[in-house]
């Protein structure tokens, strides 16, 4: 073999190892962009649905990211801003890479746009899919019924909430459309400085939708409410416990026990060192 094919063999073999490490390379960041692709493929538990969704679940399995419920809430004749006579953005939005949200669903986050609550919720009806439930916000007379929706629930920081301070604030109290419902203010006396009083929000949990206009309004630099799906916001106590003076719980206990075994079944069978010793019976 003469020098020049040596030379030519030689780059040609250089070449191709550069062309090599090249398609590794990028096969690489092709895995990690897919990585960080799959990573948004899961919205974070945060994520606040739109009025009437169904469980999350079910929502990502029946929503076909068509945009009809953000594209009727930017459209909704009480979006334009009557100084300017421009729409404003539309609560519901759809999510990009960018948000912490499964891409292309429906989602809202109250500090920028709350939900308004509207008359006649007009993202709901033009769901084509049923993800949004017309069901779950029409009132027994069979009309839309804006007070059902329940999008999350509000939940106040006392450290943050300047009225636990004894400054006095009610934004939040007068932004809610269900003031004095899904929001009062409670009066306590201020101990630390004698003839003071603090008036305190408190969130109701069986009313408030979660809208968000509290959040909206809230004075300080980060809300000090907020709201929250429900089901990260609240506690489970578990269906052992009963509360005496509910008449549901009372109720489902009654049911219960039809179904079940009595006290007295249990009472007449087994000694009381059998109970404590096999646990089993709670269970069964
Ligand atoms: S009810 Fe809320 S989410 Fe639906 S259109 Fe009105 S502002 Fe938008
Ligand atoms: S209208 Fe229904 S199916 Fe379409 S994006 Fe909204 S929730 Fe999903
Ligand atoms: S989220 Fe806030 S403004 Fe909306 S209903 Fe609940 S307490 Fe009222």
Known sequence: MGKEDQ????SERRRFFTHLAQNVGLGVMGGLLWAGYASKAKSSPLTLRPPAALEEEDFLRT?????????????RPSNIDKETGKQRP???????AEDDVTIGTPF????????YMC???????VCPTGALDVKKVTNKAGKLD??????????VDHNACIAFWGIQCDACYRACPLMDKAITLEYDRNARTGKHAFLKPVVHMNDCTGCGLCEKACVT????IYVLPRNIALGRPGAHYVKGWDTKDQQRIRERV?????THDIRSSRKPQDYLNDMDILEN
Do not use: Q, W
Request: hydrophobic share 40%; proline share 9%.
């Open 90 to 96: 539309a609560t519901l939005k759809m999510a990009k």
């Open 221 to 224: 630099e980060k809300a000090a």
């Open 146 to 155: 804006p007070t059902m929706m329940d999008m999350g629930i509000a939940v």
């Open 258 to 262: 039809d179904k079940d075994v009595t």
């Open 108 to 115: 809202f986050k109250p500090r920028d746009v709350p939900c």
């Open 63 to 75: 929503c076909i990211k068509c945009g009809l419920c953000s594209e009727a809430c930017f459209n």
């Open 7 to 10: 030379k030519t063999k030689i």
């Open 119 to 125: 008359e006649d919720i007009p993202c709901v009806p």
